[in-house]
C-alpha cells in the first residue's frame, strides 16, 4: 500500500466542519483513497473512497488534490457521535481484479467536543 | 451492505488452550479477512480466508497457530492455537461483497483475554 501520512490526534467543535488531511505522496494513478473511521468498541466502518474526483455522500466529502497527493475527509456537521479514529488507506492494485488487502495505519483520533 | 455476526463476542481463556471464532454473514460474499488488533493499536491483518482452499497468510502469521477454514461463501472461523497472554487481542472478521473492492464490511469482533 501507498504510504499514507496523517495527524495522530484532532478536536472539533460540535456542529462545526471537521477536516482530516492525510498525505498519500507516493500514490499511483490506478490507486484509490479509502476513509474508514473506528468508534470506540467498534469494528471499522467505511466511509468514502476516491480516485480523483471530490466525492460525497451521506457520511462525508472527500477532497483530492490535483497532483493526488494528499486529501481531506470532511465531515461538515461533527456530532459527538463522530468521535472515533479515522483512517486513510492507499490499498495497492493487484493484477487480476483481486481485491487489494486493506493495512491500516494508526489513524487520526478526532475528538468531536461539546 | 451485509451483517456479519461474530461468535464469541469475548472469551476469558487460559494459556496453552485454543478458541475457534467464528464469522457468519448474511449474503454471499467474494472475500473474507481476519484482522487483530492488539490493545491501543490499528488494525493487522492476518490472513484472507479462500472459499474451498488454504487460507492466504500475512507475514508473521502462520497456519498451524491462527488455522482458518473458509467452507462455503458465508461463513469462516479463524482459530487461535496454543493462546498465550500476548494473544490478548480483538479479532475481526471482515468481508468485501465483490472482487475488486475494498469497501469492507466488519464484523464487531471478538475480544479475547489469554490469562
Known amino acids: 500500500d501507498a504510504k499514507t501520512t496523517q495527524p495522530t490526534s484532532m478536536d472539533c467543535a460540535e456542529g462545526r466542519a471537521a477536516n482530516l488531511p492525510c498525505n498519500h505522496s507516493?500514490?499511483?494513478?490506478?490507486?484509490?483513497v479509502y476513509w474508514y473511521r473506528q468508534i470506540h468498541s467498534q469494528g471499522p466502518q467505511y466511509i468514502i473512497h476516491?480516485?480523483?474526483n471530490n466525492e460525497t455522500n451521506e457520511m462525508a466529502s472527500l477532497i483530492i488534490t490535483e497532483d493526488r497527493k494528499s486529501s481531506t475527509l470532511i465531515l461538515p456537521h461533527a456530532t459527538l457521535r463522530d468521535t472515533a479514529v479515522y483512517y486513510c488507506?492507499?490499498?495497492?492494485?493487484?493484477?487480476?481484479?483481486?481485491?487489494?488487502?486493506?493495512?491500516f495505519g494508526t489513524g487520526t483520533l478526532l475528538a468531536v467536543q461539546p | 451492505s451485509a451483517v456479519i455476526s461474530q461468535k464469541p463476542s469475548r472469551d476469558i481463556c487460559q494459556r496453552g488452550t485454543s478458541l475457534t471464532i467464528q464469522c457468519q454473514v448474511d449474503?454471499?460474499?467474494?472475500?473474507m479477512f481476519w484482522y487483530r488488533q492488539q490493545p491501543g493499536q490499528s488494525l493487522t491483518l492476518i490472513a484472507t480466508?479462500?472459499?474451498?482452499?488454504?487460507?492466504?497468510?500475512e507475514s508473521g502469521f502462520v497456519i498451524d497457530k491462527f488455522p482458518i477454514s473458509r467452507p462455503n461463501l458465508t461463513f469462516s472461523t479463524l482459530t487461535v492455537s496454543n493462546m498465550s497472554p500476548e494473544d490478548s487481542s480483538i479479532y475481526l472478521c471482515?468481508?468485501?461483497?465483490?472482487?475488486?473492492?475494498?469497501?469492507?464490511?466488519f464484523g464487531s469482533g471478538t475480544q479475547l483475554s489469554v490469562l
Open positions: 480466508a479462500n472459499q474451498g482452499s488454504e487460507a492466504t497468510y
Open positions: 507516493t500514490i499511483s494513478g490506478n490507486e484509490y
Open positions: 476516491g480516485l480523483k
Open positions: 471482515s468481508v468485501a461483497l465483490r472482487l475488486s473492492n475494498e469497501k469492507l464490511f
Open positions: 488507506i492507499v490499498p495497492k492494485v493487484r493484477t487480476g481484479g483481486a481485491t487489494n488487502k486493506l493495512i
Open positions: 449474503s454471499q460474499v467474494t472475500m
